[in-house]
């Protein structure tokens, strides 16, 4: 089953690291992306750029309307995902815990809808 | 130890604002009658269940009692038969139950069996203690291994699924669902609630002890301390250790056990530096390790030895055992931890103990010996995926200076490890190549 995990986290924490605890950070995730990456369950996955560049775009009556800024204004932002292919949701559980933003922020794991 | 009780028993609420010494007291009397109902939990389920096969059914006819018990017992005190008096107390509850239910015919038979039993019994009967035949129902070959420990915690101390579920990293959804699935197979599978026989027994009591061990492992494996859960999860499996040393007495393996975890949890707080730091077991300072809880896993270790019947969990214990020997003569008895690893690899083949005689080989024989060793079981495909595996075959490569292949090992490691502090320890280790 496909499963895509949405890492949620502090932007402003993101902002405070310094360069070391920075590069510690990029580390752990590229360890942890490669692990994936060797288990042959790694579909794809991206980090996002902080929600100060992201834009909503709404349309109502046929009208467009674009927004500065994310969907919803909440305390944890999402700041990447990964999508994996594995055989059930425990799986998916227990890589979403190996996932560096798990520590400190949250990872949501959702099924993807397959058609 | 009230800790997974409390979760599924919702009981008393608030106190109000009533004075701070009469709230002490109430908190008091509020524990007392929390531990007094816990200690009857499992032994009324298992009462129950041990005649209808209805664990499902034992739970249910006595979680209203256990909430009765804790709004009533902390102010009119704990009865003097407290078994008895839940037992009443169900039959009350079930009574009414089966009056509103008159017409719901799905549960209707198994109500009237509980029904049934509950009205054979009074204040009088004395409730027999069938919690280890329970425990080796949950523990059966016809249930999945990996809902066993859950099973135990759920029918003997009873947990729910959303505290299940969460400190073994499982939907509480998914959790709840197994749990039901199981209850209803030793229902309808028919699995037996009996000792098993002789010839059975070493191999159905291993599966037991497992369990319960797996139930520890979840716990242990909260090193900073900080999910309440899971710290919970090993006291609770140790206190079902000790349930099962007071159960069988004669039993070596369960001295074993019930020691085994003693020597983990004496080294608990030890894991971690001042400032949240991962400290392997090597660099731990042995002033800070529990000496009282060491003292009691070494004299069970001796009692089981006496037993004359060794077996997995004495074993990893004796490893435990010659590890803490540091605290007295400065330094681990590794001769005989190599020893006692490869009579724990004859026993049970794992991987995970292979690694483990291999980083031991090498801290006497040096690091090439301790890579030869790890090479010797390099293509398990299990180990793809297993930490300790990549961080013993980087620490080793790193001491005889294969930088390159050490520095891949330990991203391997990094990349399959869940805890931050031990992430933290290997990327510091890996800068330090």
């Known amino acids: 089953m496909k499963y895509m995990l949405l890492i949620y986290g502090e932007e402003a924490i993101d902002a405070a690291r310094s360069k070391a605890e920075n590069e510690q950070r990029m580390g752990a995730y590229m360890a942890y992306t ?50 994996i292919d594995v055989p059930d949701l425990d799986q998916a559980i227990a890589w979403a815990a190996k996932c560096p933003g798990a520590s400190g922020g949250a990872v949501e794991v959702r099924p993807v809808w397959e058609m | 130890m009230p800790g997974g009780f409390r979760r599924r028993c919702r009981g008393a609420s608030g106190l109000g604002d009533v004075a701070i010494a009469e709230a002490r007291d109430g ?3 509020q524990a007392a009658a929390e531990a007094a109902a816990r200690r009857s939990y499992g032994k009324l389920v298992a009462f129950l269940a041990a005649r209808t096969r209805d664990v499902a059914a034992a739970e249910d006819a006595l979680a209203d009692a256990f909430a009765a018990a804790l709004a009533h017992w902390p102010e009119a005190g704990v009865p003097e038969k407290p078994e008895a008096w839940l037992l009443v107390a169900a039959r009350r509850k ?39 035949r329970l425990m080796f129902a949950c523990a059966h070959p016809a249930i999945d291994e990996g809902v066993r420990a859950p099973l135990i915690l759920q029918a003997i101390l009873g947990f729910d699924a959303q505290a299940i579920g969460s400190a073994f990293l499982v939907s509480p959804a998914a959790m709840g669902q197994r749990l039901v699935r199981a209850k209803s197979r030793i229902k309808e599978a028919g699995i037996p609630f009996r000792l098993p026989e002789a010839s059975d027994l070493p191999e159905r009591l291993e599966a037991v002890l497992d369990a319960v061990y797996a139930a520890f492992a979840e716990g242990w494996s909260d090193p900073a301390g900080t999910e309440t859960r899971r710290r919970d999860l090993a006291e609770e499996a140790i206190w079902l250790g000790r349930l099962l040393v007071s159960l069988m007495p004669d039993e070596p393996e369960a001295r074993g056990l019930l020691a085994l975890m003693l020597y983990a949890e004496a080294r608990r707080a030890s894991r971690r530096s001042a400032d949240g730091g991962y400290v392997p077991l090597a660099q731990q300072d ?30 990893e214990a004796a490893v435990q055992s010659a590890h803490v020997i540091r605290r007295k003569s400065g330094s681990a008895d590794w001769a005989a931890i190599v020893a006692l690893y490869e009579a724990l690899q004859d026993l049970t083949g794992s991987p995970v103990v292979a690694i ?47 930088i390159a292949e050490a520095d891949a090992a330990y991203e391997r490691a990094i990349g399959l490890e869940t805890d931050p502090a031990v992430r933290r320890f290997l990327q510091e280790r890996r800068e330090m190549l």
């Not at chain 2, 009574?95 to 069996?113: C, G, K, Q």
């Open chain 2, 286 to 315: 042995p002033r800070r390790w529990d000496q009282a809880m060491i003292d009691e896993a070494e004299a069970l270790l001796l009692e089981a030895s006496r037993g004359g019947r060794t077996g997995r969990f004495q074993l």
């Open chain 2, 94 to 132: 079930l009574a009414d139950a089966a009056r509103r239910h008159r017409t719901a015919i799905a549960s209707a038979s198994h109500l009237r069996l509980v029904a049934e039993e509950l009205n054979a019994v009074s204040e009088e009967t004395p409730v027999s203690d069938e919690r280890l």
């Open chain 2, 356 to 402: 483990n005689r291999a980083v031991a080989i090498a801290e006497i024989d040096g690091p090439t010996a301790g890579l030869a060793a790890l090479d010797a079981i390099g293509d398990d495909a299990r180990l793809a995926t297993y930490q300790p595996y990549w961080a013993a075959r980087a620490g080793l490569l790193g001491r005889t200076g294969a």
């Open chain 2, 27 to 29: 908190v008091k009397a």
């Open chain 1, 34 to 83: 490669k692990a994936m990456h060797e288990a042959g369950i790694l579909v794809d996955g991206n980090r996002l750029k902080p929600t100060s560049a992201g834009s909503t775009v709404r349309v109502a009556s046929g009208k467009s309307k674009v927004l500065d800024g994310p969907y919803a204004d909440t305390k944890e932002q999402l700041g990447g995902y990964y999508m």
